[in-house]
C-alpha cells in the first residue's frame, strides 16, 4: 500500500542525460514527510560542501508532500529546493497551484535534477515516460511564450509547467519558478538554479490517481471546510491577501521606504480592498482548495497594461513595491507584480532591492551615471518599473541589482550596508520584526534567511486561545513587542507547528486547526500519526536544513537582523522604540538552548539523536 | 463549563482543623491536569525543603485527574503523593478502583492534608460536608476491620475508604494506602505519611455526576474497548498480570533470590495461569473498565487460609514473593499478598527487603539473635509470612526491615549494602534492568526511585509499530538490551507518554492508542488537545517532580542502579552479561541532554521556560 505517497523519486542528471527511477520505504517517507524534509535530507546528503551554487554540482529539487493533490483545502503545493544563490544555504521555496498534484498523479514524489545541460533543455514528463528535450527555441522567452510554444510543440492543453523566465536565465540571484503563470516558488533563487544548468522548464502530465486511504473521511472533512471557509477566514476569502495594511501602518508593521520610515497616509490606495474595487477581475484558487485567495487584476488601459494571466499582487507585493518604495499608484504595484512574473523575479527580493538602491540614490552613493540617468528616487514610478526590467535582462544598474541587495551593497561600497535590508543575504518580507519581536526572532534564525512564514501568532489578542493553534500548549497571551521567555516558547512551538506545512505541503492559510492538519495526513496516508510525531517530523526536517547550513559556514553569527531592523523608524508607530541586538542575542541564547543547539546555534548530538539523525 | 474537572480542591489542615475549598482557573488545570501533575505543583510550591517526610510539616496529596471517574475503561484511577519516607524525595503512588471516582462525585479534584492529628483521626466527606472524625477505636485494626466499623459508624456501605492498616500507623517506610480492601496505592511509603499525621482513613460519598462534554462520543469509545479488549488484551483480560512468567524465566527479566540467579525451574507453578487453574475465584474489575484485570483468590483450607476480600496477587506480587524469595508454593504468595493489604505495606518494598534479609542471614550478616530464631533462608515460606507480620507490626527484625532495605542495610553493616537492591531508597520492581535495559535507565532516572511503569517498549518484536504507540514517531525496533542513543529516544518518547497517565490520571494496562487517549481527554474536558500537549504536560510534572528533588538535595549521583543490577547473575541467561555503570553513565550524558537537563541532572532554566514553568 502506499496511500499518500508514491514512493517513487525520479532522478534526472542534464549532464550524462542518465533517468533514474528510485523508490524508499514507507518509513523513510514516515520520517521525512516531504518538501523541506525530503529537500534537506537529500541536499544534506548528496551536495558536496561550499560549492558554487550556480555550478553544476547544486542539485535542484522538486518536492511534493504526502498531501498535495489530495482533494482538500490547502493541499495544492510543492516545494522546490537547491543551495540558494542569494545565501548561499540552504535554499527552499513552496509554490501552489496544480503543478504539484499533476507530480503525484503522474507518479513521483519528488524531482532531483542534477548538473548542467550544455543546451537549454525542458524536462518532459508523463507519467512514467521521462524526456530531456531540446529547448533552445525556448531561451529567452518570457514565461507566457514560454507556455504557449511548449503547449504548442505538445499539442497538450493540460500540461503543467514550472519554468523560468529571462530572469531565471541570467542568474538573478533572486529569481524565481513560475508554475502556470501564476504560481510561483519565489524565495531564495531557486529559479537562478534552474537557469544555470540551462533547464528552462519542467512540464508535467499525470494521468494516474493520488491515492487516499479513507476517501470518504476526507471528503467529509473536505466538505467541512467549503461550508466553513467564509466564516473562518472571511477577510482572505474575499480580498486575498492584503487587507490588513491599514492596521498595519498604524501599529508600524508596514514598510515605508526601505523600512526607514512608518507613516503612509495613501495606504489605503494600495489595499486589497482597493484592488477589489478596481483592478480586481475575480478570485482564483489552487487546487482543490476553497479558501480561493487568489486575485487575479486586469489593467487594459493607461500607461500600464496589466495581463490577468499572470495573476495579482499579494500583501508582500502590494508591499515590497507600493509603500516600501513610496508607491501609492496600485496599477504601477500590478505591473510590477506582472512584471517579475514575466522575467520569473522574487518579488520581496526585486522590491526590497530597489528601494535598497532608492535609499543608496537618495544618499549619493549611487550616482546618476550609475544608474544610466534614472532618477531612482523613492515613489518615482516609471523608474521603479523600468528596473525591474533591467534586472531581469540584467542590463546596466539591474545587473548590480540582480544580486541581491547584500552583494550590491559591496559593489556600491560599505556605506550602502545600512540600507540592505536582509538576512543571510535574503530581503526581509513585508512584517517590521522591530513591531513582531517574534518575527524577528523567526527572520533571524529561519535556514533561508529572512522568510515570513514562521510565526504568525507573534501575540494573541484574546484570552481565547486562537482555533489553529488549540493543542499547542499555549495558554496565555504574550504581547506582540515581547521577546522574553513566554515569547520564545510561543515562537518555539508555533514557528515548529507552521514550518511542518512545508513537509506536509499543505498551504499555511487554510484554516485547518492542529487537529483537522493530524486528521488530514491520516486520513490520506492511513497512518495514526498525532501532532507530536509532526512536530518532531518539522524539527527533523528544520534541524536538516540547520545542519546543511552549518556545513556552509553559517551560525550564530549569522543569524541576525540587518541594522535598519535595530533602529527605530524615523516617524509613525516605532519611531521611539525598536528591537534591540543585545535582546535578540538574549533571545537566541535562550531558543537554541531550548531547542537543543549549542551557545554556536549547532544543533547538538543529543538533539540530532532524539530526532533519530544519524 | 467545568467538564471533566470539578475545580475545586479541598484542603484540610488536621492540625489546627480548617477545612478550605480552593477553586482554580481552567487555564490551571490544563497546564496541570490532575495526579503527577498536580501532586508535584503543590509540593514544590509548598514544603517546606529538607522537612522530616514524617513530621506535621509533610503534606500528603490526593488527586484525581481529568478522565477519572469517566465511564470509560483505565479511567477508575487516581494519586497519592507526598515527600517520601522511603527516599526523602518526590513520592507518589497510583491506585485504581473506585475511590477517585466517588471524590470527583464528591466535587473535588483532590485533597491537600496538612497538619499532625494530636489523636487518630479520619476524614469524612460527604458532598460540601468535610468533617475530621475521631478514629480512636479504628487504631491498630487491620484494613477489613477499619472498613467495617467505618461502615457501622456511619450506617452507609456506599462509601469509598482509603484507609491504613497497623504497618502506617506504625509508619513503615513503605507502608502503602489500601482503598476498599484491595486498591493499593503501594510505593513510597504514602501509607506512612497519613500514619505520621494520625489520619487512619478517608472516607468519601459522593451523590454528583462528573460532567463530561461529549458524553455520546465518550460513550461509544468505552464501547468500542468493550468490543475489541478481548482481541487486544486477551492474556491480561483473561489471567491478569503475571501470564508470562516462563518467558521472563527463559530471557532473564524474572529476579530470582534477591535478584542474584536467573534459574527458578517451578516458574510455572506461581504463574497467573495457575492461580487461574486453583486458588482464582474469578476477576474483578475497577471502576467502568472492560479489562477486568484484578484477580480475586481465596485459599480456604490448609496452613494459610487467604480472605478473598483482599483481592489477588499482582505479577509484581507474584514475583517479589515467589522466585524473588525462592518460594514457588502459590498459596503462600497468596497469603503473603494479604498480608500486605491487611497491614497496608506494599508488596514490592516488602518482598525486596525480605529477599535482601535473606541473602544477609544466608551470608551470615544477619544472625539467628537478630532475626529471634527465624531461619530466614530463601525459600522459607513460613519464615516469610511471619518476616511480614513483624514488619508491619515493628517488632523484632520487622523493626529494622520496616525501614526499607537501603536504611536496614545501613544498620546491618556495610557489607550489607550490596544485597540491597533498591534506587534512591526504593526497592527495585520485578523486571530485570540486565536484560532491559531501557528499564534501567527509567529505574535510575525516575523522581520516585525505582519505578516499573516506565518504559513497557523496552524492545519491539516486530517491525510494525505497536498500536498504543503509533504516533510518538518510534518506526524502529531497538533491541531488548541495548542502551544507545535509539533506545534513549525511545525510552525518552514512550516513558513520557506513559508517564502521563499519571497525571490524567488513566490505567497504563488498558490498551487505548495514542489517538484514543488524546480523543478520551477531548471528549470528557471539551478541549481539542493534541499528543504534542499531552506529551508536554507529562514532560512538565516530571520536571516539577525532578525539581523537588533537586531541591532536597538529589541530582546525578543518585541516578544509579544498586551493585547488584551491575553484575551478571549468578544463573540462567543473564550469567555472562550485564547492563554495566559506565554504559549507564554514558546513557545519562545523553539522556540528560536530549530532555533538556544539565550534566547534574538539573532541568534547564530554557527546560522550564519550555514548559512554562516559572
Known amino acids: 500500500m502506499s496511500f499518500g ?13 542518465k533517468i533514474n527511477k528510485e523508490e524508499n520505504t514507507e518509513g523513510f517517507y514516515r520520517k521525512y514527510f516531504g518538501g523541506r524534509g525530503l529537500i534537506s535530507y537529500f541536499l544534506l546528503r548528496e551536495l558536496e560542501p561550499n560549492i558554487d551554487p550556480l555550478s553544476s554540482k547544486n542539485k535542484l529539487i522538486f518536492a511534493c508532500g504526502p498531501v498535495t493533490g489530495a482533494s482538500v483545502s490547502g493541499a495544492g503545493r510543492h516545494s522546490v529546493g537547491a543551495k540558494s544563490p542569494l545565501t548561499g544555504g540552504y535554499g527552499e521555496s513552496e509554490a501552489g497551484g ?10 513521483y514524489d519528488a524531482i532531483i535534477i542534477e548538473g548542467r545541460s550544455e543546451k537549454p533543455v525542458y524536462l518532459w514528463i508523463c507519467d512514467d515516460t521521462v524526456e530531456i528535450r531540446n529547448a533552445s527555441s525556448l531561451w529567452g522567452k518570457q514565461i507566457l511564450q514560454t507556455q504557449e510554444i511548449i503547449q504548442d510543440e505538445t499539442k497538450s492543453q493540460s500540461i503543467r509547467i514550472a519554468s523560468i523566465g529571462p530572469g531565471g536565465e541570467k542568474l538573478v540571484r533572486f529569481a524565481s519558478i513560475i508554475h502556470d503563470l501564476r504560481h510561483v516558488a519565489g524565495r531564495g533563487g531557486m529559479g537562478a538554479v534552474m537557469g544555470s544548468k540551462n533547464l528552462k522548464a519542467v512540464v508535467v502530465k499525470g494521468t494516474g490517481k493520488v491515492k487516499i486511504a479513507k476517501p470518504k473521511k476526507l471528503q467529509t472533512l473536505a466538505m467541512w471546510m467549503v461550508k466553513n471557509v467564509d466564516r473562518l477566514v472571511h477577510t482572505l476569502h474575499t480580498y486575498g491577501t492584503g487587507a490588513a495594511m491599514d492596521v498595519y501602518e498604524t501599529t508600524g508593521n508596514l514598510p515605508v521606504n526601505n523600512f526607514r520610515e512608518g507613516v503612509f497616509p495613501s495606504v489605503d490606495s494600495i489595499s486589497a480592498q482597493t484592488i477589489k474595487k478596481t483592478v480586481s477581475v475575480g478570485m482564483e484558487t489552487c487546487f482543490a482548495c476553497a479558501v480561493r485567495c487568489k486575485k487575479i487584476v486586469k489593467v487594459s488601459d493607461g500607461r500600464w497594461k496589466v495581463d490577468p494571466v499572470y495573476g495579482g499582487p499579494e500583501y508582500e507585493t502590494l508591499a515590497a513595491f507600493g509603500s516600501n518604495c513610496g508607491i501609492d499608484d496600485l496599477k504601477v504595484i500590478c505591473k510590477a507584480n506582472e512584471l517579475c512574473q514575466r522575467y520569473s523575479l522574487d518579488t520581496i527580493s526585486t522590491g526590497v532591492t530597489i528601494s535598497f538602491a532608492m535609499e543608496c540614490f537618495e544618499n549619493g552613493l549611487l550616482t546618476l551615471a550609475q544608474t544610466d540617468g ?17 534586472i ?4 546596466g544598474i539591474g545587473d548590480i541589482l540582480a544580486e541581491g541587495s547584500k552583494r550590491a551593497s559591496k559593489i556600491l561600497g560599505s556605506k550602502t550596508e545600512r540600507f540592505s535590508v536582509q538576512v543571510k543575504g535574503q530581503e526581509v518580507p513585508m512584517h517590521d520584526p522591530r513591531l513582531r519581536r517574534g518575527q524577528g526572532l523567526g527572520y533571524a534564525v529561519s535556514p533561508t534567511g529572512a522568510d515570513h512564514m514562521h510565526n504568525i501568532y507573534d501575540t494573541m489578542y484574546s484570552h481565547n486561545i486562537p482555533r489553529d493553534i488549540e493543542g499547542l500548549g499555549i495558554l496565555e497571551p504574550v504581547p506582540i513587542d515581547d521577546l522574553g521567555p513566554k515569547k520564545i516558547r510561543l515562537f518555539h512551538y508555533v514557528s515548529t507547528w507552521n514550518s511542518l506545512d512545508n513537509s506536509l505541503c499543505l498551504c499555511t492559510f487554510t484554516p485547518w486547526s492542529v487537529r483537522q492538519k493530524v486528521a488530514i495526513v491520516n486520513y490520506v496516508t492511513g497512518w495514526k500519526t498525532t501532532a507530536f510525531e509532526l512536530m518532531k517530523v518539522s524539527e527533523r526536517a528544520t534541524n536538516l536544513a540547520r545542519l546543511f547550513n552549518i556545513r556552509e559556514g553559517f551560525d550564530r553569527k549569522d543569524d541576525v537582523l540587518p541594522t535598519r531592523l535595530l533602529e527605530p523608524k524615523v516617524n509613525g508607530a516605532l519611531s521611539t522604540s525598536s528591537i534591540k541586538a543585545k535582546d535578540l542575542e538574549k533571545a537566541k541564547d535562550i531558543y537554541y538552548k531550548m531547542i537543543g543547539w549549542n551557545k554556536k546555534g549547532i544543533p547538538t548530538s543529543e538533539k540530532l539523536m532524539e530526532l533519530d539523525i544519524a
Chains 1, 2 share one sequence.
Open 5 to 17: 505517497f508514491k514512493k517513487k523519486i525520479l532522478r534526472v542528471n542534464l549532464e550524462n542525460q
Open 392 to 395: 531581469g535582462q540584467r542590463k
Open 98 to 107: 496544480f503543478w504539484g498534484t499533476e507530480l503525484k498523479k503522474a507518479g
Open 374 to 390: 534614472i532618477n531612482l528616487n523613492f515613489g518615482n514610478k516609471k523608474a521603479m518599473l523600468k528596473v525591474i526590467e533591467l
